[in-house]
């Protein structure tokens, strides 16, 4: 299974920007959905966005509505999630993983990487 790879996280203040990169090496996911999950420290997963195929049909989580864009490079094969307006409580590792319109994580089409932490100081 490819193993996905994300990039971009860092450390911020309230208020600030981040955007992280999305990358399948070798895996087009063509079809299917990407999503982004995060998990803050004593946290279960929880989903944030996702996108479809043909990266017309973006899906919010409530918590990040109105301030994360999720968007789709079908030709260069990256998902991208333009996080604004950060608030402390987005701290958590932030993973993409493919995704099915429940906003669940579909097992068997790839495995996880190692996410990208984003820390947000107040």
């Known amino acids: 299974q ?5 990039t971009g996280g860092g450390l911020v203040q309230t208020g600030g920007s981040l955007r992280l990169s999305c990358a399948a090496p070798g895996r087009t996911f063509s079809g299917s959905s ?5 998990q803050a420290p ?3 997963r929880e989903f944030v966005a996702r996108i479809n195929w043909s990266g017309i049909t973006p899906y919010y989580a409530d918590a ?3 301030r994360f864009t999720i968007s789709r490079d079908t ?3 990256t998902v991208s999630l333009q996080m604004n307006s950060l608030k402390p409580e987005d701290t958590a590792v932030y993973y993409c993983f493919p995704v099915g319109i ?3 994580p579909i ?3 790839a495995s996880w990487g190692q996410g990208t932490q984003v ?3 107040s």
Do not use: D, M, P, Y
Not at 2 to 6: I, P
């Open 64 to 66: 990040v509505a109105g």
């Open 102 to 104: 429940t906003n669940a």
């Open 119 to 121: 820390t947000v100081s």
């Open 42 to 44: 004593g946290k279960e």
């Open 34 to 38: 990407i999503g982004w999950f995060r």
């Open 2 to 6: 490819v193993q996905l790879a994300e």
């Open 75 to 77: 030709v260069k094969n």
């Open 107 to 109: 097992s068997g089409l």
